[in-house]
Each structure stands twice: as structure tokens, then as C-alpha cells.
């Protein structure tokens, strides 16, 4: 079975301070994706990235940056330089690849993490 | 990104009632459809996957006859939720995927209330 843990449940910070988001994962597949999203007030899901398990490099885009660590199963996102508007649950997700390997399966949540960012 | 409609974006209904949540892909073919709630202050959990002209696959926990999927459409997904109740109040998020499809957009999502 799959699981994906975000073990900081809260995450309070003062605007541009840097902040990490821990999320770490656990599968039997071999080829798999990871994903994380943002979720503001409104509720509608922000796609951020998409991650598979081939490429273990690390990506930056603005502000934001992801570490995948396939040795010890995280997929860590920082966000540099924080923002008010950067105040959201940030859920991390893993995906099956469906039965053809070309495209994901049913995603699987962690539980999220609540970040407050105070000006 | 891809384009993702949901209707209502909330609802409001009396216990007993049955409630139809509408998904669309504006613009492009969804030949699979995820249906996800959200309760309060917790996550996602996948509810079915249906795929186009297919009977909807449920996880374990969801109640089929409760929760009718139809997907008779490329672009169009509803969730109806029969007979509701207030645990039934939830966030419905539908999420449909083209074929080879390597993004996944969510919908807005639906909040429903059941009094």
C-alpha cells in the first residue's frame, strides 16, 4: 500500500523568512509520481510540480524548490523568501503509474501542511 | 493548464435528498475521472475512478449505491450523492485524465452541506 507522510501538521513563519516542507513516502512500486499541491482559503487545489521516480533531480522554480531524495523516499519542498500569500495547506501526493506505465494512477495524500505566513 | 468545471461550487440541502455534482473538461478528453472528497480540516481521499462508458471502480469504504458516478461522456462526470446526510457533508473534488495524460488538474471543487 501507499503512504505519504507530512509530519509537520503546522508551520507558522514571518513573511520572507525560508520554510521547508517535509514529505516523505512509502511504495512498492519502482516507477511512481510524486506531486505537490497548494490549497488556499478558496479550497481549489494549485498543481505545483510533478515529480517521477526516474528523475532525482532537483528542480527551482522562483521561489519555491524541491529536494527528491529517492534513498530516503522524501520529497522535500522549500519556499524561499516567504510570502502572506504563500499562507495555504500544501499537500503532498504519490501517484501509481497506470497498467500501460504512460500516465498516473489515483493519488495518495499526506494529511497537509497548514502554512501561516505572518507579515 | 487544462480546464476543469464543476457545478454547484456549493450546495445546501435538506437530509433525505439527493444532490448531482457536474465535472467537466473544457478542453480536453477525460477517458478516466477521479472522484476525491475532502472533510473538514483533513485530506483527500479517492472515493472511485470511472472511465468513460464504464461502470465507476469504488474504494473501499464508499458505498456505490450511495454514490452514483456517471461517466457518459469524454467531458462530462457527475457524482450523485442519494439520500444525504450530515456525514455526508463534505468537499467533492473531481479530477478528470486525458489519455497519456501527465498532469493532473483538479476541479473546484463542491462543497455540500447537508442540514
Known amino acids: 500500500a501507499q503512504k505519504v507522510t507530512q509530519a509537520q501538521t503546522e508551520i507558522s513563519v514571518v513573511e520572507k523568512e525560508d520554510v521547508t516542507l517535509d514529505c516523505v513516502y512509502e511504495?512498492?512500486?519502482?516507477?511512481?509520481?510524486l506531486f505537490w499541491y497548494k490549497q488556499p482559503p478558496s479550497g481549489e487545489l494549485v498543481f505545483l510540480i510533478r515529480?517521477?521516480?526516474?528523475?532525482?533531480q532537483n528542480e527551482i522554480s522562483g521561489r519555491y524548490s524541491w529536494n527528491f531524495q529517492k534513498s530516503t523516499s522524501s520529497f522535500n519542498f522549500t519556499i524561499t523568501a516567504s510570502q502572506v500569500v504563500d499562507s495555504a495547506v500544501y499537500f503532498c501526493a504519490l501517484s501509481e503509474l497506470n497498467a500501460g506505465g504512460t500516465s498516473y494512477g489515483k493519488l495518495t495524500f499526506g494529511q497537509g501542511t497548514i502554512l501561516t505566513v505572518h507579515p | 493548464g487544462a480546464v476543469v468545471s464543476q457545478h454547484p461550487s456549493w450546495v445546501i440541502c435538506k437530509s433525505g435528498t439527493s444532490v448531482k455534482i457536474e465535472c467537466r473538461s473544457l478542453d480536453f478528453q477525460a477517458t478516466t475521472m477521479f472522484w476525491y472528497r475532502q472533510f473538514p480540516k483533513q485530506s483527500l481521499m479517492l472515493m472511485a475512478t470511472?472511465?468513460?462508458?464504464?461502470?465507476?471502480?469504488?474504494e473501499q469504504g464508499v458505498e456505490k449505491d450511495k454514490f452514483l458516478i456517471n461517466h457518459a461522456s469524454l467531458t462530462l462526470s457527475t457524482l450523485t450523492v442519494t439520500s444525504a446526510h450530515p456525514e455526508d457533508s463534505s468537499f467533492y473534488i473531481c479530477?478528470?485524465?486525458?489519455?497519456?495524460?501527465?498532469?493532473?488538474?483538479f476541479g473546484p471543487g463542491t462543497r455540500l452541506t447537508v442540514l
Open positions: 479530477t478528470p485524465r486525458g489519455q497519456g495524460a501527465a498532469e493532473q488538474f
Open positions: 470511472s472511465n468513460e462508458g464504464s461502470k465507476a471502480t469504488y
Open positions: 511504495t512498492r512500486d519502482t516507477t511512481y509520481y
Open positions: 515529480r517521477n521516480s526516474f528523475d532525482e
